[in-house]
């Protein structure tokens, strides 16, 4: 797909295929983007009952390649890799997030050359997300406090777009804290899920060995 409104569409018609009329998502960078506009797309019609949004952004002119974007179709793949490439961490880093970083190579390495120029047309065309229209959308977001692809400018912007948002922060993770750092991640989706328990949206099955703890409106963890 190499437009938004392409995306849009065919994200719409996959939960229409298979019959879930509202859903909660984990976006992180490109598919926290994603998510949001997808949330925006559907605000007359919602389909987004919250959001849990990782390591993403609100505009990705941030990435200063909207010029080049309309371009990466014809790119070969190996030069497509190596942009995004460019992003990973660097030098010296903990196991767990060396092993995240060595995964999505290998990932990106199963990609063919449209598919990679598809990706980085949707992350790099001029697109903002216009956040008054997700006010009605409950939303986590979740930040790890180490380096990675995004600049405290970019997050900035994220805790100004949603000042109502809980948020849920990991001392560190990487670009892949999904990855490096699945049990906190995966803890914080239990707590941001949990208040939807016993409603017609929850996500999981009620058990009393399923307990995780409260966070506030800057949990660390």
Same mark, same amino acid.
Request: net charge negative; charged share 25%; with cysteine.
């Given at each position: 797909?190499?437009?938004?409104?392409?995306?849009?569409?065919?994200?719409?018609?996959?939960?229409?295929?298979?019959?879930? %009329?509202? *859903? &909660? *998502?984990?976006?992180?960078? /490109?598919?926290?983007? /994603?998510? #949001?506009? !997808?949330?925006?797309?559907? &605000?007359?019609?919602?389909?987004? &009952?919250?959001?849990?949004?990782?390591?993403? !952004?609100?505009?990705?002119?941030?990435?200063?390649?909207?010029?080049?974007?309309? +371009?990466?179709?014809?790119?070969?793949?190996?030069?497509?890799?190596?942009?995004?490439?460019?992003?990973?961490?660097?030098?010296?880093?903990?196991?767990? *997030?060396?092993?995240?970083? %060595?995964?999505?190579?290998? #990932? /990106? @390495?199963? /990609?063919?050359?449209?598919?990679?120029?598809?990706?980085?047309?949707?992350?790099?065309?001029?697109?903002?997300?216009?956040?008054?229209?997700?006010?009605? *959308?409950?939303? +986590? $977001?979740?930040?790890?406090? @180490?380096?990675?692809?995004?600049?405290? &400018?970019?997050?900035?912007?994220?805790?100004?777009?949603?000042?109502?948002?809980?948020?849920? +922060?990991?001392?560190?993770?990487?670009?892949?804290?999904?990855?490096?750092?699945?049990?906190?991640?995966?803890? !914080?989706?239990?707590?941001? $899920?949990?208040?939807?328990?016993?409603?017609?949206?929850?996500?999981?099955?009620?058990?009393?060995?399923?307990?995780?703890?409260?966070?506030? %409106?800057?949990?660390?963890?």
């Amino acid at each position: 797909m190499w437009t938004m409104k392409d995306w849009l569409e065919g994200f719409n018609k996959l939960l229409d295929q298979l019959q879930l %009329d509202k *859903i &909660h *998502i984990f976006g992180a960078s /490109l598919g926290g983007f /994603l998510a #949001q506009k !997808f949330a925006e797309h559907t &605000h007359k019609s919602p389909r987004v &009952h919250s959001l849990v949004l990782c390591n993403t !952004f609100v505009d990705s002119t941030v990435f200063d390649q909207t010029s080049s974007a309309p +371009t990466f179709w014809m790119m070969p793949a190996l030069f497509l890799k190596k942009m995004v490439m460019g992003n990973f961490d660097k030098g010296l880093m903990p196991g767990d *997030i060396a092993d995240s970083v %060595d995964f999505m190579v290998d #990932q /990106l @390495d199963s /990609l063919s050359q449209q598919q990679l120029a598809s990706r980085l047309t949707l992350n790099c065309m001029s697109c903002y997300v216009e956040p008054q229209k997700l006010q009605d *959308i409950l939303v +986590t $977001l979740m930040d790890v406090m @180490d380096e990675n692809a995004l600049s405290d &400018h970019v997050k900035d912007e994220m805790y100004k777009c949603y000042p109502d948002a809980k948020r849920a +922060t990991l001392k560190n993770g990487g670009n892949f804290p999904y990855l490096s750092r699945g049990d906190e991640v995966n803890l !914080f989706l239990q707590v941001h $899920l949990r208040q939807f328990n016993d409603t017609r949206y929850s996500a999981m099955e009620a058990s009393k060995d399923n307990v995780a703890p409260k966070f506030d %409106d800057d949990s660390e963890s």
